[in-house]
T-cell receptor, first 114, second 113 residues
C-alpha cells in the first residue's frame, strides 16, 4: 500500500512566521502535489513536482513556495504566514508512468494562523 | 476549460442506495476517479473508471459513465452509517506529459437510521 505521511496533523503558527509543511511518500512516485482544502471550495492545487528539483505552479501558488530535494520528500513553505492561509493542507503523490495515475493522499495538516 | 461539478449534500436512509452525481468538462480525461474523505482525514481512493467503459462494479459500488454527456455517477448499495463522508469525483486531463486531477467540491453524504 502507498503511504503518504505528513509530518503534523495540527499546527498553530503566528502571522508573519515562516512555516514548513513536510510530506514523505514511500512508493518511489515521480509526482507529488500540495493542495489546500476549504469548505465549499473543494481541493485547490498549490504546487506540484514531477521530478526532483522540479516544480510547477498550480492554481493558487501566491504566498507559497515548495522544495523537492529528494524524490520521496516534498515540502510546502509559507514564506510569511497570513490568517487567510488558515486551512487544511493535503499532500499527494502519484506514479509518473502509465495513463492511470491516481493520486494517493496523506491525512492532511490542519494549519491555523493566529 | 476544466470544471467538475457535484451537488453539495445528499441524505439517505440506512439500507437504501445512494447515488452521487458528477459532471465534468474535459473529454481528454482517460480515467475518472472517486475519492472518499472521512472526518479529519485525507482522501482515500475508492474506485476509478477508464473512459472507454460505461460501467464498473466493485462490491457495493457501481460507477456509471456517460461520456457523451460527460456525466459520472457513484452508486452505493445498502448504504451504511460508515459510508457517511464527503465524496469527490475527479477528472484527469492530460497537461503536458503528465496527468493532473481536477476535483469537484465534494458531496457530503449523510446516512440516517
Amino acid at each position: 500500500d502507498v503511504k503518504v505521511t505528513q509530518s503534523s496533523r495540527y499546527l498553530v503558527k503566528r502571522t508573519g512566521e515562516k512555516v514548513f509543511l513536510e510530506c514523505v511518500q514511500d512508493m518511489d512516485h515521480e509526482n507529488m502535489f500540495w493542495y489546500r482544502q476549504d469548505p465549499g471550495l473543494g481541493l485547490r492545487l498549490i504546487y506540484f513536482s514531477y521530478d526532483v528539483k522540479m516544480k510547477e505552479k498550480g492554481d493558487i501558488p501566491e504566498g507559497y513556495s515548495v522544495s523537492r530535494e529528494k524524490k520521496e520528500r516534498f515540502s510546502l513553505i509559507l514564506e510569511s504566514a497570513s490568517t487567510n492561509q488558515t486551512s487544511m493542507y493535503l499532500c499527494a503523490s502519484s506514479p509518473g508512468q502509465g495513463r492511470n495515475q491516481p493520486q494517493h493522499f496523506g491525512d492532511g495538516t490542519r494549519l491555523s494562523i493566529l | 476549460g476544466e470544471d467538475v461539478e457535484q451537488s453539495l449534500f445528499l441524505s439517505v436512509r440506512e439500507g437504501d442506495s445512494s447515488v452521487i452525481n458528477c459532471t465534468y468538462t474535459d473529454s481528454s480525461s482517460t480515467y475518472l476517479y472517486w475519492y472518499k474523505q472521512e472526518p479529519g482525514a485525507g482522501l482515500q481512493l475508492l474506485t476509478y473508471i477508464f473512459s472507454n467503459m460505461d460501467m464498473k462494479q466493485d462490491q457495493r459500488l457501481t460507477v456509471l459513465l456517460n461520456k457523451k454527456d460527460k456525466h459520472l455517477s457513484l452508486r452505493i448499495a445498502d448504504t451504511q452509517t460508515g459510508d457517511s463522508a464527503i465524496y469527490f469525483c475527479a477528472e484527469s486531463p492530460r497537461v503536458g506529459g503528465y496527468n493532473k486531477l481536477i476535483f469537484g467540491a465534494g458531496t457530503r453524504l449523510a446516512v440516517h437510521p
